[in-house]
């Protein structure tokens, strides 16, 4: 046993701060895992030091063009790279994590990163990688763990996370899925190795590690560091969601700070889910009183009236989810709360209980809201029940957060056409919802017995399971269906809610929570208004009206013409007429905007790529673009033209650079 009480535990939450004054579009999202992580670590005795990169948390400037350039990381991991190195050791003095003997690093802001790219993703691995390095360099028996991930990183963000991870030689684990039982692991033997084959010596943790284990802890007991680790000031929420006007003064009325916490208190689930990893564990969940008691003992000591509560299904047995909300009712708890439900288990008496008990969002998962397929995958439910939870929770007033999955198996074009025709249906009870592309996971139904589903397995392929579909689809078929299947299903569900953020995982929360203190508890539609305020209008078309953009443009002679706003609403285009006889028809997407993405294959320019041509554009034409800082695709002609995709959200343009 290892006596963790002399060791000095870092966890470093991962995220990019802008060195060149632009302010991101869209807000990162709200990070609960780190504080959960800090409060199991304290409960034995850890010494944590947390370092939160996240806009507005003080963490170091740093420039994250250096991080983006794949070639330079590459070259740093493998021989060395002067810039990366420089970058990398400025990082680590202001991180001061010389003395640590083990250090974390959560990649959740790379996967749940709110521009959909690739582009925007690599480079936190990529910083991962480099610091994991600079830290072994430093301290060679320092433990580096990297978390933060989830099953469902993609498969590139996969094969790039193991390349990385590989050439530096200096990452002891990787844990995907929930951090506590490889720490307890550790806990115990710090030798112990994951129960996979591992990439460059490090032990790498699946998703479904110990799911079949007693829970360490299922109620954390929070400290006030990691209490402290969660909390943003309204007006930083208000700044990084770019709230102005009287919205702004709503939501900064009471301008005290307040925490988000996670709670846990129910793991497993008995459900049959053909698609779930999880599907028929051992349910393991905490008796209400001791669950009540440590919420009204947080509340009490923190002043944390808000709560993310992640159990498998708060109504993994109606009972038990009666006698909660029922207690939270009886002791006058005053929590906000959200958590996910299943469908059969789920009646109106029991919606109303929760509203009263504080629920303020459900997250309810369909999947595949089609008949046949309902049966098919075993959910338990039927469409017209689902209709009238989704109808009645939505009210009362309830978020109603939607569980979708595009390409199960044996899905077809009238499936997808029955799938969207749900969500039309059911649009105005929707207030959100995650459409995620489907993969097989190991331990599910799918996975234990695929006969009975008419699948053949084909093994692992780049990290996940390949099937064929006896009477319909070869692999090769289905991995391009799942692909068409995602993107006609986002655009259905965008249609509907109006914005593509709405499409997302749990990126607003900390959003979410300020809208319901503000507007109350029957408040849902002011909420709800909001909320589309802030992400329907298409931030990138506010480049047609900013009149500052206009005027520094116009006072190089560039002219930029009205958008053309695509079908989906989901991309503007400009026809922007620079001086020197070059145009440019620039392509700028809604959501891109966390920040500037860099899309170069050779990684030697930040905020544009120049395909040929480059000796064409003037000096100042690059400072330019680079001052409006968007991925920038040129393709020149011999008429000194070009077509050029921006995919990033203009920056506020105060710092152009004067002729």
């Known amino acids: ?228 680790a969660s909390v943003i000031a309204p007006v930083a929420i208000a700044a990084n969601y770019r709230v102005r006007g009287p919205l702004a003064d709503v939501l900064t009325r009471d301008p005290k700070p307040r925490p988000l916490l996670p709670f846990c208190f129910v793991r497993g689930c008995a459900g049959r889910c053909a698609f779930c990893g999880q ?91 089609e ?40 899905e077809t074009e009238q499936t997808q056409a029955a799938v969207c025709d749900f969500v039309d249906e059911m649009g105005e009870t929707l207030d959100s919802a995650t459409v995620s592309s489907f993969y097989l996971p190991e331990g599910s139904p799918f996975h234990r017995n695929p006969e009975s589903f008419g699948l053949e397995l084909l093994g692992p392929v780049d990290g996940k399971f390949a099937f064929n579909e006896k009477d319909a689809l070869s692999w090769d078929q289905k991995r391009e269906q799942i692909r068409a299947s995602t993107d006609r299903l986002r655009r259905a569900v965008s249609s509907v809610l109006g914005s593509d953020r709405c499409v997302t995982g749990a990126l607003d929360l900390d959003l979410i929570y300020l809208l319901a203190r503000c507007f109350g508890p029957e408040g849902k539609d002011g ?33 930029l013409s009205a958008p053309q706003v695509t079908e989906s609403l989901d991309v503007a285009e400009y026809l922007l007429r620079a001086s020197g006889g070059l145009a440019f028809r620039l392509r700028v997407g809604r959501l891109s905007g966390d920040w500037p993405t860099r899309l170069s294959a050779n990684g030697t320019d930040f905020g544009y790529r120049i395909e040929g041509g480059e000796e064409r554009l003037p000096p100042r034409t690059k400072q330019l673009l680079e001052a409006i800082g968007r991925s920038l695709v040129t393709q020149a002609s011999t008429a000194r033209r070009a077509r050029s995709a921006l995919q990033t959200q203009p920056a506020a343009f105060a710092d152009l650079p004067h002729d």
């Open 279 to 369: 599907a028929q564990s051992k349910v393991r969940a905490q008796p209400v009183e001791q669950v009540v008691d440590a919420l009204i003992e947080t509340r009490d000591r923190f002043g944390c009236e808000d709560f993310l509560f992640i159990n498998t299904a708060i109504n993994w047995s109606k009972k038990y989810a009666t006698q909660f909300c029922d207690e939270l009712i009886r002791r006058r708890a005053g929590l906000r709360w959200s958590d996910s439900v299943v469908f059969h288990q789920l009646d109106e008496r029991l919606l109303e209980r929760m509203k009263e008990a504080g629920a303020i969002r459900l997250v309810l998962g369909i999947e595949c809201p």
């Open 527 to 559: 909420m709800r208004a909001a909320y589309r305020g802030i992400f329907s209008e298409v931030l990138a078309h506010r480049l047609a009206f900013d009149r500052t953009v206009h005027d520094k443009l116009a006072a190089r002679g560039w002219q």
């Open 1 to 228: 046993m290892i006596d963790w009480r002399v060791l000095n535990f870092h966890l470093i939450q991962l995220h990019y701060r802008l060195s060149n004054g632009f302010v991101p579009a869209v807000a990162p999202p709200a990070m609960l895992g780190v504080p959960q992580l800090v409060a199991f670590l304290q409960q034995r005795g850890v010494d944590v030091a947390v370092c939160d990169m996240r806009p507005g948390f003080g963490a170091p400037w740093f420039d994250p063009a250096t991080f983006a350039n794949d070639e330079a990381v590459v070259r740093f991991l493998s021989e060395g790279d002067a810039c990366i190195d420089a970058a990398t050791e400025e990082l680590l003095e202001a991180l001061a994590l010389c003395d640590a003997h083990y250090v974390g690093m959560s990649l959740a802001c790379a996967v749940e990163s709110p521009v959909n790219h690739a582009a925007t993703r690599r480079p936190y691995l990529n910083l991962a990688a480099c610091l994991a390095k600079g830290i072994k360099r430093r301290k060679p028996s320092t433990v580096v763990l990297l978390g933060g991930l989830s099953q469902f990183v993609s498969k590139e963000d996969r094969t790039w996370l193991e390349r990385v991870v590989g050439l530096s030689g200096a990452v002891d684990h990787v844990v995907f899925g929930n951090g506590e039982p490889v720490l307890d692991e550790l806990l115990t033997n710090d030798q112990a190795r994951a129960p996979v084959d591992g990439h460059g010596g490090a032990a790498w943790w699946p998703a479904s590690y110990g799911l079949d284990k007693p829970p360490c802890d299922l109620l954390p007991h929070y400290l006030q560091p990691s209490v402290d």
């Open 371 to 410: 008949e046949q397929m309902l049966g098919f995958i075993r959910k338990n439910t039927t469409l017209d029940h689902a209709k009238a939870m989704l109808r009645r929770s939505h009210e009362l007033g309830m978020w109603n957060h939607l569980l979708l999955i595009a390409g199960l198996p044996y």
